[in-house]
């Protein structure tokens, strides 16, 4: 494969409407003539509607699944509407058409089977769109370019919501894609998230994994280097909705990237940069809004990690007291019967930590996983639990900015390495702060 290839990624906020589309072609138009790649997300809210269409399928709420159906039908003809006229216009109307049928015809089609599964089968529809809509734009600019169903090439197990790559097979059928479509044109246009299995059923790499996939592009390719273009002028330090004075992050490691990630922080997928370390291929992060400042670069070298440090916040927190009911001692016997049950519910653990009688963990507070995990522990457990808590990571911290962030909170729980600092913080209220029994 050449290694002149470069690959774009552009999420939901880089393509939400028309003007916001025309930015993305403007911004591949001016790249230079070597081959690219466009992995593209789905616009605006547009997985947020398509799993409220899926849960009206599961509810068998007919008139729902159609009205939301329509609704966002409505939302991207509007935008083609304000990119196309004429011949092209109708020509892409088609296309959208025949989408949109297929949405609709799904509630019909299919049964309530393994629900992950039909999760894959209706979610992908949300890259489909814009993917086909920026190709006829470039075509419209005059920019040669194809479209490529990633799902053709992007191969996948079958563990649906969040597939394992075949990293073989995928490699193998990328580069062969890729050789066929770069004798059309320079620019191959292809869908973030998605893959497929040895079935050919849609699979998809787990939500917000489209970052991901312009990391299996880049890796598979030997790209030179990889963009994702984002509403933010680079990776920050922290936040800026709970961080005021944020500093923009120019140059970390791929080691740093990926601790960063796996606390938390929301501008790269965890799973992206592991590809990209292994063939030393380099990520910026870059704002679509202001393409001309440099970003932040993602790359070997390390000598910058730790001169700023960094802080992630995860509001809405819970966590778990779990004790033996005889009140022997928590033994690994114990911490392994725990494990398996929070495995089998699909819990993730933030956070953790133990005690000779104990065992607290501190889970995202959401679909139900108080009652979740009262449901798997507490015939063999005592459960105690405690909401409305924040999660505060700082990475290369010191005791000045220890003090900041937990400054008029109550530390629930603490850890600290070497580079890291965790903090599990509730309001100084004790009395809010109180374990409940369930």
């Known amino acids: 494969m050449n290694s002149a290839i470069h690959v774009f990624k552009f999420g939901g906020a880089s393509v939400k409407d028309a003007k916001a589309v025309l930015n993305v072609v403007e911004l591949i138009q001016k790249h230079d003539q070597s081959n690219l790649v466009v992995v593209v997300s789905a616009m605006g809210k547009t ?66 089977e393994n629900q992950s599964y039909l999760y894959d089968q209706l979610i992908p529809y949300g890259e489909m769109l814009p993917s086909k809509i920026i190709q006829h734009c470039l075509e419209k600019s005059g920019v040669k370019s194809s479209w490529l169903d990633a799902r053709k090439c992007i191969k996948t197990d079958s563990n649906y919501q969040n597939a394992n790559v075949d990293w073989n097979l995928t490699e193998k059928e990328i580069n062969e894609r890729l050789n066929q479509l770069y004798s059309i044109g320079r620019v191959v246009v292809s869908q973030g998230f998605v893959g497929s299995n040895s079935n050919e059923d849609s699979t998809t790499l787990g939500r917000e994994g489209s970052d991901y996939s312009a990391g299996i592009f880049a890796y598979a390719s030997d790209a030179k280097e990889v963009i994702i273009w984002k509403d933010v002028p680079g990776m920050l330090n922290a936040d800026p909705k709970y961080f005021e004075d944020t500093i923009k992050l120019e140059q970390i490691s791929f080691k740093e990237a990926i601790e960063l990630s796996y606390y938390g922080a929301s501008v790269i997928h965890p799973k992206t940069i592991k590809p990209l370390q292994n063939k030393n291929i380099p990520l910026y992060v870059k704002s679509f809004i202001h393409p001309e400042q440099k970003g932040t670069i993602i790359q070997k070298r390390t000598e910058n990690d730790d001169a700023i440090p960094s802080f992630i916040f995860k509001k809405n927190q819970v966590l778990f007291s779990i004790m033996p009911k005889d009140f022997s001692f928590l033994i690994e016997e114990n911490l392994s019967d725990i494990f398996l049950k929070l495995s089998r519910i699909n819990a993730h653990i933030n956070i953790m930590q133990n005690s000779a009688l104990s065992f607290s963990f501190l889970m995202d507070d959401k679909m139900e996983i108080v009652s979740q995990v009262k449901a798997a522990l507490e015939s063999s457990f005592i459960v105690k639990y405690n909401t409305d808590l924040e999660l505060v990571t700082i990475r290369h911290y010191d005791q000045q900015t220890i003090d900041f962030v937990t400054r008029g909170k109550e530390i629930l729980l603490e850890q600290k390495t070497r580079s890291t600092a965790r903090f599990v913080l509730g309001q100084e209220d004790t009395a809010t702060n109180t374990f409940k029994e369930v």
Do not use: M, R, V, W
């Open 47 to 112: 997985t947020n509607k398509l799993e409220d269409i899926f849960n009206s399928f599961i509810k068998k709420d007919k008139e729902a699944y159609l009205k939301s159906t329509k609704e966002l039908k409505t939302f991207h003809t509007n935008i083609i509407q304000d990119l196309f006229e004429g011949d092209s216009l109708e020509q892409i109307n088609e296309i959208i058409n025949a989408l949109f049928h297929k949405i609709s015809s799904f509630y019909e089609h299919h049964e309530n």
